[in-house]
């Protein structure tokens, strides 16, 4: 599930998409490895992440984010 309000935009995880029963593991592991590479996020309630951008970012910056969570997204079960 994806929601957000202005540049704060956040990223919930479930492991099965009808009982959305939440992922804290896969949360977990997508927080380390955005951190690994450069790109700091906040791990938010159970099983969330959650950008929030400073007023001052630049259009190379969001998409240096959106590629480093891509990357992390990659690697992650299905």
Do not use: Y
């Not at 592991?29 to 099983?47: M, P, T, W, Y």
């Not at 992440?49 to 990357?71: C, G, K, M, W, Y």
């Amino acid at each position: 599930d994806v929601r957000g309000l202005g540049r704060m935009i956040g990223m919930e995880f479930a492991r099965d998409e009808k009982a959305f029963e939440p992922w804290p593991e896969l949360r977990d592991k997508i927080v380390v490895e955005c951190f690994n590479r450069g790109l700091v996020i906040q791990g938010a309630d159970e099983s969330s992440i959650r950008f929030s951008p400073p007023l001052i970012v630049n259009r190379e910056q969001v998409h240096l984010a959106v590629n480093t969570l891509d990357v992390a997204l990659e690697g992650a079960p299905k």
